[in-house]
């Protein structure tokens, strides 16, 4: 079968409200643009970019070969035969292509595909070339051999050396490359192979290359070590490496309880968080986040999106197989039909690419996104170079709301009321104008950080004199110390109100300690109030980033206009009462304490057994189920009077 270009795929394409019938319609300043596909047998590995070239490899039952690509065309260039080199960060001076004899690595321009150097190895036919590892930062190509591992300079092809009793390639900087032996770990100089360090009895390696780091086994314990000197970075008694976060090893293991978790390692081997998964879920780590893989109903599997050891959004897909990747703070995932782009913040959808197969795989490169999946056929494998709206999304939206009103005029119009509902379905997903990242979502309202920088909420269902005089009061406190100033509020093209920016919530479930100082300081600024503040939550109480010691509460005002417009909102801080008074802010703050203490608002009144994973003082429980008295006169009778309680009982003993 003959590899071929074609500019319109025999495929299906969809971007957010896009109906499927107007394949070529989408938002104005969000169109998901098509620029070729590529179709060849066997797998297309996920393409590198070159200055002008897209470099690939395409992996037959029988055969590999290395192809490069015209990157506006997809046209191929060249191809050579051979395996790739694993590449750890580009491609360099030239392609590394290992010959199909196995005996040989070939240096192949990436731009014309003509051949820079060969570098053989052993005899004609002998196989001795078993895998190559390929580090462009240090213009070397690793080649393990029966005869140990051979350094092969990228640009001549020339041998530096060759270290005899390696047995595998384990990790490498610009500096030093850790090489697997007998039994042992070693590391060489790049530039002449003179050992740098060297470690016995290590039983199985993994590589961390963002940090420079080689992960090992040895001796029953989990030991990290850095590549350019040998030094031990951690270690830790138990656990099974999964992959990175960011700059954090994420460990599989089992707690004190014998529960599965995924453990957090910093670099200095200080544990940052830890998250449970069920003992059968599937891992799976990106550059960005942890994804936990459950089973969902029917050929679905539930995927949880975990961030900063919390998990941010939950949802199910027909997912069987591929690479999920992350960059641009979304996530994409491979479908049964293609591929979906999902915002790591929220799990709102940014867009969807169809395919006749499965989906294998979407990664960015250069601005496009190459979408790579199984053609209808079941035997070929389809390369997809597509653009996706990065960068467009608030344009849309702002544009939506300038046209609405003309569009609407024209709705009858066939795709003009495809565009209208479009643009009505697009403005009521995003919610807040110029938004960025969502903070906090309901029916009825929806807090997002926006494009100046700011925190902006919009609400839905208000009255707007009650609104009026809920800012009025919310702006007349804005001096108050402990009180987030209000910046700005107005009505068009609904009711809105926009303060400074804030890192997190206590919705956020930060540390204990910390959450427990949150909560004294919003019992603080609540008792400088002249009125009951009648609607504080996680969500308004706002922490900075590096202030551990104090807290900010927002919605001042707030509480009689909930009352009147939301009687029926789900609030599980609230108190039996309807009415704001003071006692009732008791009841929210006793709410509080217990979400900083256990990540969930209480039930009946009082803490459940389950809900601590470590111990409270009995003091302290008492103040909580104090301040969570169902009637108002058993409890403390102002926010002051609970403050000094809740600092008495959380930090002035020598146990919380």
């Known amino acids: 079968m003959r590899a071929n270009v074609t500019g319109v795929p025999a495929t299906r394409r969809a971007f957010l409200g896009a109906a499927a019938s107007l394949p070529a319609w989408s938002l104005p300043g969000t169109a998901l643009h098509h620029d070729w596909t590529y179709r060849a047998p066997g797998t297309i590995y996920p393409p590198r970019v070159t200055e002008n070239t897209l470099v690939t490899a395409v992996w037959g039952a029988d055969s590999e070969r290395a192809v490069g690509l015209d990157p506006g065309r997809g046209g191929e260039r060249w191809t050579h035969p051979g395996a790739v080199g694993w590449q750890t960060g580009g491609v360099g001076d030239h392609v590394v292509v290992r010959t199909p004899e196995r005996d040989a690595l070939t240096g192949v321009n990436p731009a014309s595909g003509a051949v820079a150097w060969t570098t053989t190895f052993g005899d004609q036919g002998e196989t001795v070339v078993r895998e190559t590892a390929v580090h462009p930062d240090a213009g070397t190509a690793y080649a393990v051999t029966d005869a140990g591992v051979v350094a092969v300079d990228i640009a001549s092809g020339d041998e530096r050396w060759r270290v005899a009793d390696a047995t595998g390639y384990a990790a490498g900087t610009a500096e030093t490359a850790a090489l697997e032996t007998d039994g042992g770990l070693v590391g060489v100089r790049v530039t002449d192979g003179a050992e740098r360090w060297r470690h016995e009895n290590v039983a199985w390696t993994t590589a961390h290359d963002s940090l420079g780091r080689v992960v090992a086994r040895r001796m029953g314990r989990l030991v990290a070590w850095d590549v350019d000197t040998g030094a031990v970075a951690w270690w830790r008694g138990t656990g099974s490496p999964v992959g990175a976060v960011d700059d954090r090893m994420l460990l599989r293991a089992a707690n004190a309880r014998g529960e599965t978790e995924i453990v957090a390692v910093s670099p200095d081997g200080s544990v940052a968080w830890r998250y449970g998964v069920p ?376 146990t919380w």
Request: proline content about 5%.
């Open 279 to 654: 003992d059968n879920a599937g891992v799976s780590a990106t550059s960005d986040a942890l994804l936990v893989f459950t089973d969902g109903s029917g050929e679905s599997r539930t995927v949880t999106v975990v961030a900063d050891g919390r998990a941010r959004w939950q949802d199910e897909f027909e997912y069987a197989f591929g690479l999920a990747t992350t960059s641009r703070g979304e996530l994409r995932l491979p479908t049964a039909d293609g591929v979906e782009a999902r915002a790591l913040r929220d799990g709102l959808v940014r867009w969807r690419y169809e395919t006749p197969g499965r989906g294998v795989y979407a990664v960015e490169r250069g601005g496009r996104a190459y979408v790579g999946a199984e053609a209808e056929d079941g035997e070929s494998f389809e390369l997809h170079a597509v653009r996706p709206p990065w960068g467009g999304l608030a344009a849309a939206a702002r544009w939506g709301d300038r046209n609405l009103g003309v569009l609407g005029a024209l709705g009858g119009l066939g795709a003009v009321g495809a565009a209208v509902a479009g643009v009505r379905w697009w403005r009521d997903r995003r919610r807040v104008e110029g938004h960025v990242e969502t903070i906090e979502r309901t029916d009825d309202w929806t807090t997002a950080r926006v494009e100046s920088g700011r925190v902006r909420t919009e609400y839905w269902n208000l009255d707007e004199s009650g609104f009026r005089a809920a800012c009025e009061a919310w702006r007349d406190a804005s001096d108050t110390a402990g009180v987030l100033a209000l910046r700005e509020w107005g009505v068009e093209p609904r009711p809105w109100v926009e303060t400074s920016a804030y890192a997190a919530t206590l919705a956020d479930l930060c540390e204990r300690e910390r959450g427990l100082r949150a909560v004294s300081s919003a019992a603080d600024a609540l008792s400088r109030l002249d009125r009951p503040h009648g609607f504080i939550r996680p969500a308004s109480v706002v922490l900075d980033d590096g202030d551990s010691e104090t807290a900010r509460v927002r919605d001042v005002g707030f509480g009689a206009l909930a009352a009147d417009a939301w009687p029926n909102q789900d609030d599980a801080y609230a108190p039996p009462e309807t009415e704001p008074t003071p006692a009732g802010d008791v009841y929210r703050l006793g709410a509080l304490t217990h979400h900083a203490l256990t990540g969930r608002p209480p039930e009946n009144h009082g803490f459940a057994d389950g809900a601590l994973d470590r111990p409270v003082s009995d003091d302290l429980r008492e103040v909580v189920e104090t301040a969570l008295a169902a009637d108002p006169d058993d409890r403390y009778g102002t926010p002051r009077r609970f403050g000094e309680y809740l600092a008495w009982a959380a930090f002035a003993q020598e």
